[in-house]
């Protein structure tokens, strides 16, 4: 069986360019207009719609492989999409990494200590260690 | 990505997804090169500059350069 992994680009060989079709519905436009960003200095894009998807048109700059521009927009939506949602997932923690470095002088401001975050704690370390040590006689 | 009206090269910019005041930012920008202008309709934001054969890289060095722009301002990122 035969899977045709880029059934979303058209090559246009008569105009030197090809056309990706989006689903809005897989990809946001933010993580389309950051992929169209990375290849600005390699093709020329122009961002247009047709039948509920999104078209990027682009036209590569230095004579490159029209198939293989294609794909490797492909893949960098697939890395945007991956970074952005990587960054919903740990926006939070970055927060609190944000809010301990900036207010160090006064911690009494900080309204969340370590013990608030659950870790498995094998090796017994946030015990004292003469607390341990009374354990073991 | 451009079409030919006459002599003219014709780029079509979505309204959903370019910014009016980034093109017309970049107009002013280009203006002072080539012959540009902007009209409007429903959908579109249509740039016309003059002299297809000589200015059509400079068009889709315009496309990109809105984009460009868009980046910079932060417009529907």
Known sequence: MVVDLNKNIKINSTENSVNIEIDPAVYSLDVIYSACYVFLDRAYILVDSNNKKIQVEMVPKKGADLGEVGSEFNNELLNYAHYKMMGKKNSELRKIILQRALITNDPSVIDFSVDDFELEDKKNIKTPWNENAKKKK | ?77
């Open chain 2, 1 to 77: 990505m451009l079409k030919r009206k006459n002599d003219n090269i014709l780029v079509r910019f979505n309204k959903s997804f370019y910014d009016e005041e980034m093109i017309t930012k970049s107009i002013s920008d280009f203006g002072k090169t080539f012959d540009i202008k902007l009209k409007k309709d429903d959908k579109y934001f249509e740039v016309t500059i003059k002299d297809y054969d000589k200015n059509k890289i400079a068009a889709m060095e315009f496309c990109n350069y809105v984009l460009g722009m868009m980046k910079l301002e932060n417009r529907k990122v």
